[in-house]
């Protein structure tokens, strides 16, 4: 096999019925890493390390797969006979499109690794394995590891782009999103808010009303990972606690949660707007959109929306940001989740939707 990475070999004889399909692919590779695993031939740090870091879980599925050269490569539909020999890398036109060579040697790639400074990768640029690699990085750049793991995500998600028609980006964009998906994504786990200095009210779960003159939208999202469909709703009470109107929508696709937990800001703003409401505090559950919207730090996932935000709360006279704790917002939450099951856009005035179902919530959250 090229360039030494671990063997995985996919007979065409592994069907009774003869012929090959994916499915039957996938069958055959978790049982070579079966094999694998019982040969011993991991190296544990690594993986201990890879399950270890504070890193998205398809992020380390996806190092997972290219560790054990499962990833849709050229050379690997090719070797399955999924595509043509027609294949080729989607930066320099080699027609030997690797893990190896995706992820590390391609001159495109390495200039990424170059600029982010996270791995030195001309001292093992002879290596023919794609363990030497993450060996590399784990032992002598322990503390760059996470940063390593998000790099080898980017630097996959470029070429996918590229593949599908998207405009490639320079390598220090690609380097700086690595690092931007990796502290939003720690932002995100990070329990304790006291520590960026913000003014979140440690009692955010109760009721707490917005200041005389303003409407206070409580804007939730629930969210299916397995289907990506999301539910958002919202409800909208002034500073005396009368419902002033509330909204459910569906919606049929939804990246992440995140980008989910925007669209129920965005809509609830935006229906805020419609209604001529001019003082506005919008309340989120999601701490990382909260702060990003209070400091005005774009998220890498939501840019589009989130300037979006930003720009259509300036046309209010006045807003505010604010964090409530999930179990402070069972309102929106329950609609969102209405909202999740039933093909609706719907915005009501004067009451709470679907309000019968909710009437045993506690008032005012
Ligand atoms: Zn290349």
């Known amino acids: 096999m090229k360039r030494g990475l671990r063997k995985l070999t996919v007979s065409n004889q592994c069907t009774a019925h003869g012929n090959f399909t994916v499915r039957d692919a996938y069958k055959k590779e978790q049982a070579n890493i079966g094999l694998i695993i019982n040969q011993s031939h991991l190296d544990n740090k690594i993986c201990s390390s890879l399950w270890k870091a504070t890193i998205p879980m398809n992020v380390k599925l996806f190092i997972w797969r290219a560790w054990f050269n499962l990833l849709p490569t050229v050379y690997n539909l090719q070797r399955r006979h999924l595509i043509l020999n027609d294949g080729f890398c989607v930066h320099c036109s080699d027609p030997h499109e690797d893990v190896l060579h995706a992820l590390f040697q391609c001159n495109r790639v390495q200039q990424v690794w170059e600029a982010a400074n996270s791995i030195n990768i001309s001292s093992i640029q002879s290596s023919d394995n794609v363990n030497d690699y993450f060996a590399a990085a784990v032992s002598d750049h322990e503390n760059k590891w996470e940063a390593f793991l998000m790099i080898c995500w980017s630097l996959w998600l470029e070429r996918n782009r590229i593949a599908h028609g998207q405009p490639s980006q320079n390598s220090g964009q690609i380097w700086q999103s690595a690092t931007r998906l990796l502290q939003e994504f720690k932002d995100a786990h990070i329990s304790g808010n006291a520590q960026y200095g913000l003014n979140v009210n440690p009692l955010a779960s109760d009721w707490q009303p917005p200041p005389n003159g303003f409407v206070k939208l409580k804007c939730d999202a629930a969210w299916l990972p397995s289907s990506k469909q999301a539910g958002l709703g919202f409800v909208a009470r002034n500073s005396e ?125």
């Open 241 to 365: 606690g009368e419902v002033i109107l509330s909204g459910a929508k569906h919606i049929e696709y939804s990246e992440s949660v995140l980008i989910a937990e925007a669209s129920a800001v965005w809509w609830a703003i935006k229906i805020a707007h419609e209604r001529h409401l001019t003082k506005i505090e919008v309340e989120t559950d999601s701490f990382v959109l909260y702060r990003s919207l209070l400091t005005g730090r774009p998220l890498l996932q939501i840019s589009s929306m989130w300037r979006d935000i930003i720009d259509l709360t300036s046309t209010f006279e006045c807003y505010h940001w604010a964090f409530v704790k999930r179990d402070g917002n069972a309102v929106a939450h329950s609609i969102s989740r209405y909202a999740l099951g039933d093909i609706v856009t719907t915005v009501v005035d004067g009451h709470v939707h679907h309000e019968s179902s909710i009437c045993d919530l506690v008032d005012g959250s």
